[in-house]
């Protein structure tokens, strides 16, 4: 199973952005779909984007379609959530996930391995 660790995450204002990356070890990182979910207090862990193992299909959670951005790194093992336009409710800690095959599910329990979070939080 892939390891994953989240970083990048922090306080930032309303309209700002952030950029956060997930490095993979232990497996080949190529081989593995991955996903951003965000999880803010109180609510249920969300999916926010996932990105196809080559890297050139996307799917998006409708609220974030035109502020975040997936992209990955395979060379380097790492995927990023580029965050633009940040809002007080994309406040939570956000995790990334890996999961072998298709790459558009929504559902948590489909993804097998999880990186320990990195919180988010915007000001108004």
């Known amino acids: 199973q892939v390891q994953l660790v989240e970083s990048g995450g922090g306080l930032v204002q309303a309209g700002d952005s952030l950029r956060l990356s997930c490095s993979g070890s232990?497996?080949?990182?190529?081989?593995?779909?991955m996903a951003w979910f965000r999880q803010a207090p109180g609510k249920e862990r969300e999916f926010v984007g996932s990105?196809?193992?080559?890297?050139?299909?996307?799917y998006y959670k409708d609220s974030v379609k035109g502020r975040f951005t997936i992209s990955r790194d395979n060379a380097k093992n790492t995927v990023y959530l580029q965050m633009n336009g940040l809002k007080p409710e994309d406040t939570a800690v956000y995790y990334c996930?890996?999961?072998?095959?298709?790459?558009?599910?929504?559902?948590?329990?489909?993804?097998?391995?999880w990186g320990q979070g990195t919180q988010v939080t915007v000001s108004s």
């Open positions: 996930a890996a999961k072998e095959g298709p790459y558009g599910i929504t559902y948590y329990d489909a993804w097998r391995a």
């Open positions: 232990g497996r080949t990182f190529s081989n593995y779909a």
């Open positions: 990105i196809s193992s080559g890297g050139d299909m996307y």
